[in-house]
C-alpha cells in the first residue's frame, strides 16, 4: 500500500486525503456510508491503483520482483515508488517531506471517528513509526517489506527477497519511477468528475 502516493496526490485536501488512505479498507459498497469528500478520495484511490498496475512502465518493473514474489510484484513496486517519490526533491524539497508526513497524521487524527477500525490500527502504528518520512531510507523500505511478508498468506519467503531485488535494481527502478510518476500526476490531475458510483 503505497500510502505516501495515496496522501500526495490528494493534494492537501482533508476529505480526499482520508478517502484515499482508507480505500484499502473500505470494502464493497461500504463506500457509500461515507459523504461526498471522503466517496471522491475512495474513487481517486481506487483509479490510482488500476492506472499504476496496468501502466507499461509499472508491468516491466514487475519483472524485477516475480521470480522471488509472484503476483507480489506489485505491492512491493508501489513500496518503491513510494521510497522514490520520498526522495524526490521536486517533490519533496528540503526537509518538507516531515512536514508533509505532520500534516497527513493531523488531518487521520483529527477525523479519527471516520475511519474504520482496520485502518485506525494501522494509522496508530503509521503514526508512532512514522512511516510515511521512513519511506526515505532503506532500512524503512525493509521493515515496510517485512510488515507485507508477514500479512501475505501465500509469500514464503523473507524481506530479503525483494529487498536484494531493490538493491540489485535500484538504479533501473529508479529510472522507472521517473518515468512513470509524471504520468501519474497528469492523471490525478485530468480525473473527470465522480459517475453516481465508485
Same mark, same amino acid.
Given at each position: 500500500?503505497?500510502?505516501?502516493?495515496?496522501?500526495?496526490? =490528494?493534494?492537501?485536501?482533508?476529505?480526499?486525503?482520508?478517502?484515499?488512505?482508507?480505500?484499502?479498507?473500505?470494502?464493497?459498497?461500504?463506500?457509500?456510508?461515507?459523504?461526498?469528500?471522503?466517496?471522491?478520495?475512495?474513487?481517486?484511490?481506487?483509479?490510482?491503483? =488500476?492506472?499504476?498496475?496496468?501502466?507499461?512502465?509499472?508491468?516491466?518493473?514487475?519483472?524485477?520482483?516475480?521470480?522471488?514474489?509472484?503476483?507480489?510484484?506489485?505491492?512491493?513496486?508501489?513500496?518503491?515508488?513510494?521510497?522514490?517519490?520520498?526522495?524526490?526533491?521536486?517533490?519533496?524539497?528540503?526537509?518538507?517531506?516531515?512536514?508533509?508526513?505532520?500534516?497527513?497524521?493531523?488531518?487521520?487524527?483529527?477525523?479519527?471517528?471516520?475511519?474504520?477500525?482496520?485502518?485506525?490500527?494501522?494509522?496508530?502504528?503509521?503514526?508512532?513509526?512514522?512511516?510515511?518520512?521512513?519511506?526515505?531510507?532503506?532500512?524503512?523500505?525493509?521493515?515496510?517489506?517485512?510488515?507485507?511478508?508477514?500479512?501475505?498468506?501465500?509469500?514464503?519467503?523473507?524481506?530479503?527477497?525483494?529487498?536484494?531485488?531493490?538493491?540489485?535494481?535500484?538504479?533501473?527502478?529508479?529510472?522507472?519511477?521517473?518515468?512513470?510518476?509524471?504520468?501519474?500526476?497528469?492523471?490525478?490531475?485530468?480525473?473527470?468528475?465522480?459517475?453516481?458510483?465508485?
Amino acid at each position: 500500500m503505497n500510502f505516501l502516493a495515496h496522501a500526495y496526490l =490528494s493534494y492537501h485536501q482533508p476529505s480526499i486525503t482520508i478517502g484515499n488512505m482508507i480505500a484499502d479498507f473500505v470494502k464493497g459498497k461500504h463506500w457509500q456510508d461515507y459523504d461526498t469528500g471522503l466517496q471522491q478520495g475512495i474513487r481517486l484511490h481506487r483509479l490510482i491503483d =488500476s492506472f499504476t498496475d496496468t501502466h507499461p512502465v509499472t508491468l516491466e518493473a514487475k519483472r524485477f520482483f516475480q521470480p522471488g514474489c509472484g503476483k507480489y510484484s506489485a505491492v512491493f513496486i508501489d513500496i518503491v515508488y513510494d521510497h522514490f517519490l520520498a526522495n524526490d526533491t521536486t517533490r519533496f524539497p528540503g526537509n518538507t517531506l516531515a512536514a508533509f508526513a505532520q500534516e497527513v497524521y493531523t488531518t487521520l487524527k483529527e477525523r479519527h471517528y471516520l475511519l474504520p477500525v482496520g485502518f485506525q490500527e494501522v494509522f496508530r502504528y503509521m503514526s508512532e513509526q512514522n512511516w510515511l518520512l521512513g519511506y526515505q531510507h532503506k532500512d524503512g523500505i525493509y521493515k515496510t517489506f517485512s510488515g507485507i511478508v508477514r500479512r501475505s498468506r501465500y509469500l514464503e519467503v523473507t524481506a530479503d527477497v525483494p529487498f536484494a531485488a531493490l538493491e540489485a535494481n535500484y538504479d533501473a527502478l529508479a529510472a522507472s519511477y521517473q518515468t512513470f510518476f509524471p504520468d501519474l500526476v497528469t492523471f490525478v490531475q485530468n480525473v473527470p468528475p465522480a459517475p453516481t458510483s465508485v
